[in-house]
Nanobody, 118 residues
Framework: QVQLVESGGGLAQPGGSLRLSCAAS????????MSWFRQGTGNGRDLVAT????????TYNDSVKGRFTISRDNAKNTVYLQMNRLKPEDTAVYYC???????????WGQGTQVTVSS
Protein backbone atom coordinates (compact mmCIF):
# COMPACT_ATOMS: atom_id res chain seq x y z
CA GLN A 1 0.00 0.00 0.00
CA VAL A 2 1.46 3.31 -1.12
CA GLN A 3 1.66 5.99 1.54
CA LEU A 4 3.08 9.49 1.71
CA VAL A 5 2.78 10.94 5.19
CA GLU A 6 3.64 14.61 5.71
CA SER A 7 4.55 16.11 9.06
CA GLY A 8 6.10 19.26 10.47
CA GLY A 9 3.44 21.78 9.58
CA GLY A 10 2.04 24.26 12.05
CA LEU A 11 2.06 27.93 13.01
CA ALA A 12 5.10 30.09 12.47
CA GLN A 13 5.75 33.79 12.78
CA PRO A 14 6.85 35.84 9.79
CA GLY A 15 10.58 35.42 9.42
CA GLY A 16 10.48 32.07 11.18
CA SER A 17 11.27 28.56 9.99
CA LEU A 18 9.60 25.20 9.65
CA ARG A 19 10.81 21.87 8.34
CA LEU A 20 8.38 19.59 6.58
CA SER A 21 8.98 15.87 6.23
CA CYS A 22 7.31 13.32 3.98
CA ALA A 23 7.78 9.66 4.80
CA ALA A 24 7.16 7.30 1.88
CA SER A 25 6.29 3.62 1.86
CA UNK A 26 4.88 1.04 -0.51
CA UNK A 27 7.00 1.91 -3.54
CA UNK A 28 10.66 2.19 -4.54
CA UNK A 29 11.31 5.68 -3.25
CA UNK A 30 14.77 6.03 -4.81
CA UNK A 31 13.28 5.70 -8.32
CA UNK A 32 10.87 8.58 -7.88
CA UNK A 33 11.18 12.29 -8.45
CA MET A 34 9.77 14.02 -5.36
CA SER A 35 8.07 17.38 -5.12
CA TRP A 36 6.28 19.66 -2.71
CA PHE A 37 3.15 21.48 -3.82
CA ARG A 38 1.04 23.95 -1.89
CA GLN A 39 -2.52 25.17 -2.06
CA GLY A 40 -3.71 28.33 -0.37
CA THR A 41 -7.35 29.06 0.38
CA GLY A 42 -9.18 29.71 -2.87
CA ASN A 43 -6.11 29.00 -4.96
CA GLY A 44 -4.93 26.21 -7.20
CA ARG A 45 -2.21 23.76 -6.25
CA ASP A 46 1.22 25.23 -7.08
CA LEU A 47 4.56 23.50 -7.44
CA VAL A 48 6.97 24.65 -4.75
CA ALA A 49 10.08 22.52 -5.27
CA THR A 50 11.23 19.34 -6.99
CA UNK A 51 14.19 17.03 -6.41
CA UNK A 52 15.34 14.34 -8.82
CA UNK A 53 15.51 10.69 -7.82
CA UNK A 54 19.30 10.83 -7.55
CA UNK A 55 19.37 14.20 -5.74
CA UNK A 56 21.32 15.72 -8.63
CA UNK A 57 18.73 18.27 -9.69
CA UNK A 58 16.55 20.65 -7.70
CA THR A 59 14.13 23.27 -8.94
CA TYR A 60 12.16 25.90 -7.08
CA ASN A 61 9.23 28.19 -7.60
CA ASP A 62 10.55 31.73 -7.95
CA SER A 63 8.55 32.79 -4.89
CA VAL A 64 10.56 30.51 -2.58
CA LYS A 65 14.05 30.61 -4.15
CA GLY A 66 16.69 31.42 -1.57
CA ARG A 67 14.32 30.70 1.32
CA PHE A 68 13.26 27.06 0.90
CA THR A 69 15.46 24.00 0.42
CA ILE A 70 14.30 20.59 -0.71
CA SER A 71 16.31 17.49 0.18
CA ARG A 72 15.90 13.75 0.40
CA ASP A 73 17.29 10.77 2.24
CA ASN A 74 16.82 7.66 0.12
CA ALA A 75 17.97 5.44 2.99
CA LYS A 76 15.07 6.74 5.08
CA ASN A 77 12.55 7.04 2.22
CA THR A 78 11.96 10.63 3.24
CA VAL A 79 11.88 13.99 1.51
CA TYR A 80 12.18 17.28 3.36
CA LEU A 81 11.34 20.91 2.81
CA GLN A 82 13.27 23.37 4.94
CA MET A 83 11.39 26.67 4.95
CA ASN A 84 13.20 29.76 6.21
CA ARG A 85 12.26 33.44 6.29
CA LEU A 86 8.62 32.50 6.11
CA LYS A 87 6.08 35.03 4.87
CA PRO A 88 2.31 35.24 5.41
CA GLU A 89 1.84 34.40 1.74
CA ASP A 90 3.49 31.02 2.37
CA THR A 91 0.36 30.04 4.29
CA ALA A 92 -1.10 26.98 2.59
CA VAL A 93 -1.63 23.25 2.79
CA TYR A 94 1.60 21.62 1.66
CA TYR A 95 1.44 18.33 -0.23
CA CYS A 96 4.12 15.76 -0.92
CA UNK A 97 4.12 14.33 -4.46
CA UNK A 98 5.92 11.35 -5.97
CA UNK A 99 6.38 10.80 -9.69
CA UNK A 100 7.88 7.66 -11.21
CA UNK A 101 8.91 6.87 -14.76
CA UNK A 102 5.48 5.73 -15.95
CA UNK A 103 2.48 8.07 -16.12
CA UNK A 104 0.56 5.87 -13.67
CA UNK A 105 3.27 6.18 -11.04
CA UNK A 106 1.95 9.29 -9.29
CA UNK A 107 1.23 9.51 -5.58
CA TRP A 108 0.05 12.30 -3.27
CA GLY A 109 0.20 12.80 0.46
CA GLN A 110 -2.73 14.01 2.52
CA GLY A 111 -1.23 17.46 3.13
CA THR A 112 -0.03 19.41 6.15
CA GLN A 113 -1.15 22.92 7.08
CA VAL A 114 1.40 25.71 7.32
CA THR A 115 0.20 29.01 8.74
CA VAL A 116 2.46 32.06 8.89
CA SER A 117 1.04 34.76 11.10
CA SER A 118 2.00 37.07 13.92
Amino acid sequence: QVQLVESGGGLAQPGGSLRLSCAASGFTFSRYRMSWFRQGTGNGRDLVATISSTDEHKTYNDSVKGRFTISRDNAKNTVYLQMNRLKPEDTAVYYCHARGFFASEVHWGQGTQVTVSS
